[in-house]
T-cell receptor
Framework: DAKTTQPTSMDCAEGRAANLPCNHS???????VYWYRQIHSQGPQYIIH???NNETNEMASLIITEDRKSSTLILPHATLRDTAVYYC????????????FGTGTRLQVTL | SAVISQKPSRDICQRGTSLTIQCQVD?????MFWYRQQPGQSLTLIAT?????????ESGFVIDKFPISRPNLTFSTLTVSNMSPEDSSIYLC??????????FGQGTRLTVV
């Protein structure tokens, strides 16, 4: 599976959009981009995933560049409860098997 | 979706002893996974547990140290054997039932003294 690169940490004001970038320049054509987050002292939680097209659900939007070498997770209106470590994961399966977690981005949402 | 219960939620153990962690799922699932999260670190996959076959271990993890059972489609155990302080971590169970997302338990926080 392709390796991902994320910033170590980011800050965001409550109510503003949080844009979390992820580089995956070695991604293959059949690999998906997944995002999970881990709130302190909890297990990781699925957010969203995509292959080529941009995706949106009730939690977030995922923007994948046309060359698929990078993506951005967007939390449209961040709240304090969104403070967590966000993991961008690239996997060749369309399911959730055997996830390889990188170091992730620690997002701190502030008042 | 799947709801996963892990027991115990936390424990403090003496070095040299073993601890068995239980993972119970509220529905039948094909694959179960065990992860370790060392203090301040990300998650690392230990092994994949399939019902009816031996677990498949990732590089750096061996069966003698982390024996796994998978007696049925809703239950698995991970044992941390002959513990040392370096085994102090959060151990997490995850399931995949051919959905597009993985579900995780809340983890077992292990401290070895």
């Amino acid at each position: 599976d392709a390796k991902t690169t994320q910033p170590t940490s980011m800050d965001c004001a409550e109510g503003r959009a949080a844009n979390l970038p992820c580089n995956h320049s070695t991604i293959s054509g059949n690999e998906y981009v997944y995002w999970y987050r881990q709130i302190h002292s909890q297990g990781p939680q699925y957010i969203i995933h995509g292959l080529k097209n941009n995706e949106t659900n009730e939690m977030a939007s995922l923007i994948i560049t046309e060359d698929r070498k990078s993506s951005t997770l967007i939390l449209p209106h961040a709240t304090l409860r969104d403070t967590a470590v966000y993991y961008c994961i690239v996997t060749s399966t369309g399911t959730a098997s055997k996830l390889t977690f990188g170091t992730g981005t620690r997002l701190q949402v502030t008042l | 979706s799947a709801v996963i219960s892990q027991k115990p939620s936390r424990d403090i153990c003496q070095r040299g002893t073993s601890l068995t962690i239980q993972c119970q799922v509220d529905s039948q699932v094909t694959m179960m996974f065990w992860y370790r999260q060392q203090p301040g670190q990300s998650l690392t996959l230990i092994a994949t547990a399939n019902q009816g076959s031996e677990a498949t271990y990732e590089s750096g993890f061996v069966i003698d140290k982390f024996p796994i059972s998978r007696p049925n489609l809703t239950f698995s155990t991970l044992t941390v054997s002959n513990m040392s302080p370096e085994d102090s971590s959060i151990y997490l169970c995850s399931v995949d039932n051919w959905d597009t997302e993985a579900f995780f338990g809340q983890g077992t926080r292990l401290t070895v003294v």
